[in-house]
């Protein structure tokens, strides 16, 4: 596999994590049992009289025996901008009352869980006092959808220069990321059509995917070897029951991979969609702007023309500090978006001071503002991001992931250790994310360590400490120094590579 990381625990630690499992059913289950045996069916809870219950997971195992126990890991909020540093709100629990409850105080952390990767996400001396201008003169609200009264100046310029930025005829823009996935798949798949998916797909895919009727495969997780194999056998089978041809095959893929920080291998998937003519569909959520020396995603990354990619979808959620995505492609297809999709006609269109946000930072990024603070910036984040892999590699942790990425997820496999590894971090000032089961399979808990153009040396040497302390008190030492140092000098030989 390629990234510096494994997903594949060592044995005896896949077989302690089993046991964790193990003890929380069991004794979960032990409970449940007698909580019933004493109090009856009165313990658990029914909906009203004659109603059938309107939550699904009701009672369910995993949120009672699991999460409530360890909830003070999730959903923590924060009150000031996700910049370098982010205000964490303490929270604690008020007489056994569920959810926890904000103290006052809070914590003054070093962030390394919002996906500000351009550090556009805080106040900017460029983009800020646009914004500031745009609300003024627009006002907060589009107050329609963009095909009734919602097309403003700046949502017109944002298209052209999001196609211009990445060299496609056209681009379409929405008001939310996720539902530029879930509203405008169903409009480029549908019956007839076979999506082959990779495995580790995002949830705005599958919604997407779902709604559009559309037959699904899944190849492994960013592997052109099963890609291929996918794809052949569906083209020998075609349909199912009627075996006749695929109306049509696309393939979706996303730049950078958000649970995993592996950058997907364009090239040979490319190749792929030439050789059996599939539409190739990529979403450069994370991979936008923190990737290529231009910030022009995976494609200037790895080397690929834009024109070999059908529809390109990213996000300004993330490098730009904004909200909303947009697809960008053909003049003709998106035209046809922008004729069909109910997320178009129908939904109000993007705030314009979030627009110009994006168009400001595209500014910045492209050099446009007359300064190469935007080249900085890539070169800064990539600087940091390599910086930050390599101490964690040579710490001793699994860190998933490609050099270049600034996701990386750390392994920490025992969901037992999660709760700790949360609680320890905020303690000594780091905000990080940790993800466990359900929005991971049971073995490969981990935490996720987004880095930022905005942190500093000082900064991630920090990090790098409270690590260091990490590592040793909650036993996270999953890769052996001679497959760190095997990484470290691969990426090093990569790098002398290019500059000479
Ligand atoms: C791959 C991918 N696609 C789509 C989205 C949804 O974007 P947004 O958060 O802007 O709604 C995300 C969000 O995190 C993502 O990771
Ligand atoms: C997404 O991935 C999951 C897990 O690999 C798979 O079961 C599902 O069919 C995929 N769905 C889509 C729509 O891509």
Redesign the pocket.
């Known amino acids: 596999m390629a990234g510096t990381g494994t997903l594949t625990p060592p044995l005896f630690v896949a077989l302690a994590t089993y046991a964790s499992w193990m003890v929380l059913f069991l004794f979960g289950h032990l409970r449940d049992f007698y909580r019933k045996k004493i109090y009856g069916g009165r313990a658990v809870k029914k909906g009203a009289e004659g109603y059938a219950p309107i939550r699904q997971d009701y009672e369910d195992f995993y949120t009672r025996r699991m999460y409530y126990r360890i909830h003070d890991a999730f959903n923590r909020p924060i009150c000031s901008a996700p910049d370098a540093w982010v205000d964490v709100m303490e929270r604690t629990p008020v007489d056994g009352q569920k959810p926890l409850q904000v103290t006052g105080r809070t914590k003054r952390c070093l962030n390394l869980g919002s996906y500000n990767y351009l550090g556009f996400a805080a106040q900017d001396p460029y983009c800020t006092p646009r914004v500031e201008e745009a609300l003024d003169k627009l006002g907060w609200a589009a107050a329609s959808s963009r095909a009734d009264a919602g097309t403003t100046p700046v949502h017109a310029e944002l298209e052209r220069l999001i196609a211009q930025f990445l060299g496609k005829e056209d681009a379409i823009t929405c008001g939310m990321g996720f539902a530029t996935n879930s509203a405008f798949i169903p409009l480029l798949a549908g019956k007839g059509t076979l999506?082959v998916?990779?495995?580790?797909?995002h949830s705005s895919?599958?919604a997407?995917?779902?709604g559009s009727g559309a037959k699904?495969k899944?190849f492994d997780h960013n592997d052109p070897a099963h890609l291929e194999a996918v794809l052949r056998s569906a083209i020998a089978e075609g349909q199912p029951r009627t075996g006749r041809p695929w109306k049509k095959i696309v393939i979706?893929i996303e730049g950078i991979y958000s649970m995993e920080g592996e950058m997907v291998k364009l090239k040979e998937i490319v190749e792929l969609k030439k050789r059996y003519k599939c539409y190739l569909y990529l979403d450069e959520a994370h991979s936008i702007g923190a990737l290529g020396a231009g910030g022009r995603g995976v494609c200037e990354q790895l080397g690929v023309d834009t024109a070999d990619v059908d529809i390109m979808m990213g996000t300004f959620t993330k490098s730009f500090g904004s909200c909303g995505g947009y697809i960008a492609g053909d003049r003709g297809l998106i035209q046809y978006l922008r004729c069909h999709c109910p997320a178009h006609l129908y939904a109000t269109a993007m705030s314009p001071p979030a627009v110009e946000q994006v168009i400001s930072a595209l500014h910045v990024i492209q050099g446009l503002d007359g300064s190469d603070r935007g080249k900085r910036k890539i070169q800064q984040l990539h600087a940091n991001s390599n910086y930050f892999r390599r101490g964690l590699l040579e710490l001793g942790f699994d860190v998933l992931g490609d050099w270049d990425s600034p996701v990386m997820p750390v392994m920490l496999f025992n969901p037992a250790k999660l709760p700790g590894v949360s609680r320890y971090t905020l303690e000594r000032g780091l905000a990080i994310v940790v993800v466990g089961f359900p929005a991971t399979p049971l073995l490969t808990t981990r935490m996720r360590v987004c880095i930022s153009a905005a942190h500093s040396r000082a900064d991630l040497d920090y990090a790098l400490e409270v690590f260091k302390t990490l590592r040793d008190r909650h036993h996270l030492h999953y890769c052996d120094p001679e497959t760190a140092s095997r990484h470290i000098k691969a990426f090093e030989a990569h790098t002398n590579l290019i500059s000479a």
């Open positions: 999506v998916s990779d495995a580790l797909n895919i599958v997407g995917v779902r699904v899944v979706i």
